[in-house]
Structure formats: structure tokens, C-alpha cells
């Protein structure tokens, strides 16, 4: 398999990013990126085409939400638009995938719930090759909360979506969810197109369980790759078929701009991305 390519998803300095959009592609490429993962792209595309083509940039993938009516993150819900309009705005920017960030605790209960999910993504496939795009799907850890028949949910799902579905597998987020990283990756195989790098301390229970106190992205205890509890060297070199190493940090532990260069030193000098 030849070196994923490093990226960071901008989520990670959304509050930079947001005061100062050329300025933060700028920094980012000045660290070494070539690619980034977009976030809350939808509503301003060709500014975000724009300076991404400024700073020398691209975005292969970005996170918008096409199965759900409004984006859930841990400090407070985007409203979204139609598939249509999110995949417009994808290909103008110039992605080549569009990934679902985040369902809903709730609907990963129930089987009729995964059902649903898997459906509607697939259905999001089918709309999404029009536009000449994949989409795909992003873990938390509300994926393996529930258990049907000795599969998770996430098992489950992944039984009922189409092979055009990509899965971007967070691996904090798995290690949160109870999950042995590295055999997950060997279980998703060639399906696994990107990982999201991110590494921290476990908390003590899923964040995402029915009736867990609620959290934000601040009381996580997230470190730069390779200094938390997360297997990343070893959950990378399973992989067969990942194309982006993606940097994230829900709480970065100390300036940005920094914890992104630590992190992508350490996949670049590891020999894990290029």
C-alpha cells in the first residue's frame, strides 16, 4: 500500500480558521500539509475554494452531514441543507469524498435505526455519484453502544451499506467505544479509506452512553499522536488500502498550530503518511 496522504481536519481550529481563513491554510502549509479535511463547508464554498487555492492547498474530503437534519458536535448543532446542495458545494471545492461526521446516540440503538442510517446513506451514494463524488461515514463511539446478536451496531451497519460507502475510522473514538483498534482495522480491510489521527486518554465510560453527563470537546483529554492510550503505529500498519491520514484534535492540549506540527511530524518521520 503506498503512504497515506497527511491531512487535518479543520475542525480542529475551527475558531482559527473561522477569524482567519487564509492565515490558517497558510500556517498549515507552511507546517508541511498538502491537504486538509474540510468542515462547515457547505455554506461558503467558493471562499474556501478560493483560499485553499491561495495557500496551495486541497480538500479530498470533507465532513458534512447528508443523514441527518442537523449536525450534532459536542459544542452545539449546524443546521444543513439538502444532498444536492452539500455536493455542489463538495465538487466546487474539489472533493472526492464527502463523509457523514456524526449520528445521533439514539438512532444507533435500535436495529430499525442502523437500518435506517445504512439506507439513507446508500441512497446518499447513489445522489452523490452525480456529482461525480463517494461519501462515506465517521465513527464517535455511540457506533458500538448497542449489540444485536453478537454484533455491534457499527458490525451491523456495516453488513447493510453498499461497497461505494467509504468508512473514515476515528481511532479515539473506537478505543472510547470499547473496541480493540487494531482488529477493527483488520476487520474493515480494503473498505478503511481514511483514519482520523487522534490520540488522548480514555475516559472512564462512553460520553455517548444513554443517561452519561453531558460533555464537551474541553473536558476531553486528548494528546499528540503517539503520546496517549490510542495503538496509532500499529492501527496504521494494518490498514491495506488507507489513502488520508487525517490529524484531529476534538481539544487540542495546547496552541493549534503546534499540536497539528507534533502530530504530523509523527506520522511523517514514523514512515506512517507522506
Known sequence: MALPLASVQLYTLAAEFSADMNGSLDKLAGIGLKNVEAF????????????????????????APPLSDELWTPDGSIPTPSNEVVFEAAAEIGMKTV??????????LTEDGVKDIAERLNAASEKAKEFGLAVGYHNHAQEFLADFDGQTAYQRFLSLIDPSVEIELDLYWALVGGQDVVALVQELGDRLVAIHVKDGIKPESNPFAPGAPKFS????????????????VEA????????????EYDNAPG??????????RFLIDGGLAA
Not at 463523509?99 to 444507533?108: A, C, F, G, K, S
Not at 496552541?255 to 504530523?264: G, I, L, P
Request: aromatic share 6%; charged share 25%.
Open 40 to 63: 462547515d463547508f457547505v455554506r461558503r464554498p467558493k471562499e474556501i475554494r478560493a483560499a485553499l487555492d491561495a495557500s496551495g492547498l486541497a480538500s479530498p474530503t470533507g465532513h
Open 99 to 108: 463523509i457523514d461526521p456524526m449520528v445521533p446516540t439514539e438512532r444507533w
Open 217 to 232: 470537546s474541553s473536558s476531553l483529554d486528548q494528546r499528540h499522536a503517539g503520546q496517549g492510550e490510542v495503538p496509532t
Open 236 to 247: 496504521m500498519k494494518a490498514a491495506t488500502n488507507v489513502k488520508y491520514a487525517v490529524i
Open 255 to 264: 496552541d493549534v498550530f503546534a499540536d497539528v506540527e507534533n502530530s504530523y
